[in-house]
């Protein structure tokens, strides 16, 4: 637990100066995954690891603020003493994931389509931009429409919008009690259960199909969650803890090959892209991963007919281009926010998009 | 009151008049000072100001050769909703034209297996709700306006309402976005996923007061309606112990759908307005609301009346019937007509604080009102800790104008002071560009110069709003006079 928040700021200055990239690097957990692998050689690396600690937390404000450096792990803990928790659920990667690296590639898990995102979870964070100024956006409070979201603009980002130094998020309560049921149903059917029930008034918080069968985890008060298992019936599974751990920490048996992993982000009731070989649809249909390789082209295509995108996730060629194209007027207007936030184009250059 | 702008060239004028009429139908197009009256402000009367021309476009593509227009003349564009905002935010630009977008109100399709709703931005944000009902889903955000403002409108100001705490801002529940740049080249933002590839780009737009894009069409993320919800009401005699209560509430471990506080004044204004039974002798009162299946609203009903008990609640009442929750909702959805009716005029704040404070930040402003000689009435979102004072003052008269202003900046910066921010929902607008240096330092409202330039290089849209321009006010010809100050309504 230390603030580095000044040596950063002398980095980011130097590296301004002589025109030396900076490779942004949390606890390692995600360098390569969701981006592109850019030559190192010339690159700098900018450690954030030791920049770490809970700064604040105030449980009865549902805030808590802490370095971009801290250990999921270590914020996990503080809050299970609250009994608070990140509603987001976000993969620790045995313990390696930080909060801003979290925040930088919008990391969220199973119940994110009712709990929201870490993107929806941001208060305020605070920022070294390309300027080597530090920067404070957003704030510590549930609401602030003072300037531009610059806080949410951070998720998705990858590190190349800044050096992101701090973040404020709104924690939210333990749930007081969770049920998953299990179904033995093929992939179309699971879609077909998942798309009624997301309009079902119920405490539904979780709903995942993967290898045959489908869960559904209701979270909630008691009762509520008691009388919905009830009515919904389907099998209780136990130690459903620790398949939700597996899902949203990639170690579900589904995960654990070494093939190339897309991430198909889309509308979640277009039909299941079975023509693509093995998938495991999360967050009710609107998140799917799929194994193996594949001809980029044509999953551009089934993600845009879906509404949605695909980028490719973990393995695979990582030298070409791994996330989803923008079109002309998208992509210029990418470059002019870039350079509105890092002019000189030293913030993990080429990880986001090879022109960016 | 308004002096119209003599500055810009009378031949400027004529050729936009000339341009429009070849795209826009006659009745499109408001040219007289008497009808342009109804725009001249938002419902932040005190900031006024006449525009070249007013007009209401149809269509989409109208929208946008009305800004390619604009853009070949460099004329400033001011988007407007509905005019509800409180920030003077679609007041008009005295060289440039408001651009009305009220008669683009369809609601286009609701999706009900995917649970979402795409509707033009003229769209009230309660006929969604309304739309949506014989889905059994509705739209959350519920801003007290909701039967007059538009959804663009609440895209443009982030709005909140008395449910965010739960179901989130506007930032929460919008999945995507059409929207015409200032060129009017159309960009969709977001997409039917629930993240977009690259740049997050809704989230500078949404709360980005019309200086970033047009937005021409919204998908909306709608909710299933609960099962059942209840208000449960609770009168004490200190807001010490309502805001200890909201504490212990969130300490439970319940997030209730609503929790709202409204001070002594306030209560007593809203009771003679609706009759909703509220304690017109209580110091504070306390509005909360669980909402869930019927069961989970039981639970918590009940765990919540045991903590107000404990709290010290001296009036407690739990809704029994849909009737008599709206009728406990309708006193604190009407407190600011209500508080109106009080004096002549009011000036409402908008501050958000951290919640401990609240007992705080009340006593202050009690303390100031006594110092300007001024009457305030205090609503508080609770559950958020946004905070909004109610100034009551007399418009007719230029001095209580300005100590109504001082008063409401002091408000803003003591809110900063406490950790908090000038506005939790309202947002800036020309309003509160004075106390944006006191949130922001010259270094953040430079970097928001350089991210509204990345959208917007001309400075045409909305100009003079939202964030104080330092670094091009030279350059810039028409910053309306006296940034963050009061210019109309004076005489
Ligand atoms: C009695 C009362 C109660 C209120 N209660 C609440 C409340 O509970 N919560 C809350 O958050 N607010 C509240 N408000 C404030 C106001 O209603 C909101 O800010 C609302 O979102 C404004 O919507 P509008 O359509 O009236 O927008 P307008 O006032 O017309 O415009 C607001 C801003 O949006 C921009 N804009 C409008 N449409 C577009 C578009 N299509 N594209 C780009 N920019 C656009 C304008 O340029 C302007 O900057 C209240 C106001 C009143 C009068």
């Known amino acids: 637990m230390s603030d580095r928040g000044a040596e950063i700021v002398d980095t980011v200055a130097q590296a301004l100066a002589s025109k030396t990239p900076l490779s942004i690097n949390g606890g390692g957990s995600k360098t390569n995954i969701l981006g592109r692998s850019v030559s190192s050689d010339e690159f700098q690396t900018l450690e954030l690891g030791q920049h770490s600690g809970i700064i604040d937390y105030h449980p009865a404000e549902l805030v808590l603020t802490a370095r971009a450096g801290t250990p999921l792990t270590e914020i996990n803990a503080a809050l299970a003493n609250e009994e608070q928790m990140l509603a987001f659920e976000p993969p620790t990667f045995g313990g390696r994931a930080t909060l801003g690296g979290t925040l930088a590639c919008n990391m969220s898990g199973p119940a994110r389509p009712w709990s929201g995102s870490v993107r929806d979870m941001v208060l305020g964070v605070q920022l070294v931009n390309g300027k080597a100024e530090l920067l404070n956006f957003g704030g510590q409070v549930m609401k602030n429409v003072a300037g531009y979201d610059v806080s949410r603009l951070q998720a998705g980002a990858l590190g190349t919008l800044g050096v992101i130094t701090q973040v404020s998020l709104k924690v939210l309560p333990l749930a007081e009690h969770s049920v998953t049921l299990v179904y033995e149903v093929d992939a179309q059917q699971a879609l077909k259960i998942m798309n009624e029930r997301r309009s079902a008034a119920k405490p539904l918080n979780a709903a995942c199909w993967v290898q045959g069968f489908l869960y559904l985890r209701l979270s909630g008060a008691q009762p509520a969650v008691t009388q919905t298992a009830k009515v919904w019936g389907g099998e209780e599974m136990p130690n459903a803890d620790e398949f939700w751990q597996k899902i949203r920490e990639f170690e579900h048996p589904f995960f654990t090959s070494d093939h190339a992993l897309w991430r198909f982000s889309q509308g979640p009731t277009a039909a299941v892209q079975s023509e693509f070989g093995d998938i495991l649809l999360d967050w009710g249909g609107a998140q799917r991963w799929l194994r193996g390789e594949q001809q980029r082209d044509d999953l551009v295509k089934s993600a845009e007919d879906a509404g949605g995108h695909v980028g490719l996730y973990r393995g695979g060629d990582r030298t070409g281009e791994v996330n989803h194209p923008v079109n002309t007027v998208q992509k210029a207007l990418h470059q002019r926010l870039k350079h509105a936030l890092d002019p000189a184009g030293i913030f993990n250059p080429g990880r986001l998009y090879s022109w960016m | ?491």
């Not at chain 2, 059942?228 to 009401?233: E, F, Y």
């Not at chain 2, 705080?360 to 979102?381: M, Q, T």
């Open chain 2, 1 to 491: 009151m308004h002096t119209p702008s003599n500055s810009a060239p009378a031949q400027v004028r004529a050729q936009l008049l000339q341009k429009l009429s070849e795209v826009l139908p006659a009745d499109a197009i408001i040219d007289e000072t008497e009808a342009q009256r109804p725009f001249e402000c938002d419902a932040l009367t005190l900031y006024r100001e006449l525009p070249l021309l007013v007009v209401l476009p149809s269509s989409v593509e109208q929208v946008q050769q009305i800004l390619q227009i604009c853009q070949a003349l460099s004329v400033p564009v001011v988007p407007r909703g509905s005019g509800t905002g409180l920030c003077a935010g679609s007041m008009p630009h005295p060289e440039g034209i408001v651009l009305g977008l009220s008669k683009l109100n369809r609601i286009i399709e609701i999706d009900a297996l995917a649970c979402t709703a795409r509707v033009q931005p003229g769209v009230s944000n309660l006929s969604i709700s309304q739309a949506a009902k014989a889905f059994g889903l509705y739209y959350a955000p519920d801003p007290s306006s909701q039967i007059a403002c538009s959804i663009g409108g609440n895209i443009a100001e982030n709005s909140g309402g008395v449910h965010c705490l739960k179901y989130g801002l506007t930032v929460h529940n919008v999945l995507s976005l059409e929207v015409l740049s200032v060129t009017g080249e159309p960009m969709t933002l977001g997409g039917q996923g629930l993240d977009s590839p690259g740049f997050d780009l809704l989230a500078p737009l949404i709360g980005s007061e019309g200086l970033l894009a047009v937005v021409t069409e919204i998908t909306v993320k709608l909710l299933p309606i609960p099962e059942l919800a209840r208000v449960i009401m609770a009168g004490f005699d200190s807001v010490d112990n309502a805001g200890n209560a909201v504490s212990d509430i969130i300490g439970a471990g319940i997030i209730p759908a609503g929790l709202e506080l409204m001070d002594a004044l306030a209560i007593q204004a809203a009771e003679d307005f609706v009759h909703a039974g509220y304690p017109r002798d209580a110091a504070a009162l306390l509005l909360c609301e669980v909402d869930g299946t019927v069961e989970e609203v039981e639970t918590h009903i009940a765990r919540v009346n045991q903590l107000f008990e404990a709290a010290g609640a001296t009036t407690i009442r739990v809704s029994q019937s849909e009737t008599e929750r709206e009728l406990l909702w309708r006193g604190r959805k009407s407190a600011f007509p209500a508080v109106g009716r009080l004096a002549p005029d009011y000036y409402c704040m908008d501050g958000t604080i951290p919640r401990g404070q609240v007992a705080y930040v009340l006593g202050e402003i009690a303390r100031l009102g006594a110092e300007y000689g001024l009457r305030v009435a205090n609503v508080f979102h609770a559950g958020d800790g946004n905070l909004h004072p109610l100034i009551l003052f007399d418009a007719g008269d230029p001095n209580d104008i300005r100590k109504a202003e001082e008063f409401g900046a002091k408000i803003l910066e003591l809110s900063v002071a406490v950790g908090g921010c000038i506005t939790g929902e309202h947002g800036v607008g020309l309003e509160k560009l004075g106390q944006m240096p006191s949130q922001f330092s010259e270094q953040e409202l430079l970097q928001f110069e350089e991210i509204k330039a990345a959208f917007d290089p001309q400075l045409m849209l909305n100009p003079g709003k939202g964030i104080p321009i330092l670094k091009r006010c030279q350059e810039y010809r028409a910053l309306p006079a006296r940034h963050g100050h009061m210019h109309g309504g004076e005489s």
